[in-house]
């Protein structure tokens, strides 16, 4: 059922979902929805949990396992890219723009889980200044922000061509840290999945 409702979400929005339309996709009845679920907003807020929790073990993990603050962050780029390519992502972009400005739990949870993204981002960046592998400039959240929009607006522009969207994602976020094009070039020679080009 969430991901029916994540489905219904990424390609209608928060305003045009229609819960019985979730349930029928699921295979469930509306009664059995509201058996699970009080009402929209408990769903929603169901979604953006299994949402945020598949991203934590399917990108957050793998760029945890990483030792250098670079290989951690285009790991999470790149990451991020593959998991984008399933429609379930689109959720937080579309539920992000759609209570833009507005004071709403759901609102809140979304800026809630991109926060988090952005404190992790800007803990790496802080740990690979401090040992040299990201040279300095702008203050460590703001690069974290850019990077954010850049990862975003890269996977974003570049939805449905693979594998290209993993490599110009990290060359997106290279950039934005302030790296240059051999960084790229020496993480790919260590990393076969990485497409060259």
């Not at 250098?68 to 593959?82: E, F, K, M, S």
């Not at 992502?89 to 988090?116: C, K, N, W, Y």
């Amino acid at each position: 059922m969430l991901e029916s409702a994540t489905r219904g979400l990424s390609r209608y929005g928060y305003g045009n979902l229609i819960l019985e339309q979730v349930a029928r996709e699921a295979g469930y009845t509306r009664g059995a929805l509201y058996h699970q679920f009080k009402d929209k907003d408990d769903l929603v807020r169901a979604v953006l949990e299994w949402v945020d929790e598949t991203w934590r073990h399917e990108v957050g993990m793998m760029a945890a396992q990483q030792p250098d603050p670079v290989a951690a962050l285009i790991t999470l780029a790149r990451g991020h890219a593959v998991y984008c390519r399933r429609d379930v992502a689109r959720v937080a972009m579309a539920l992000r723009i759609e209570f833009s400005g507005q004071d709403h739990p759901l609102g809140r949870e979304v800026q809630r889980i991109s926060e988090t993204l952005v404190e992790r981002c800007t803990r790496l960046i802080k740990k690979g200044r401090e040992n040299g592998s990201i040279p300095p400039g702008p203050p460590d959240r703001t690069v974290a922000l850019a990077f954010a929009g850049a990862l975003e607006g890269a996977v974003i522009a570049l939805a449905g061509q693979a594998p290209y969207d993993e490599l110009l994602a990290a060359r997106a976020v290279a950039g934005v840290l302030g790296l240059d094009g051999s960084t790229i070039d020496q993480l790919q020679s260590s990393d076969s999945t990485l497409p060259h080009g």
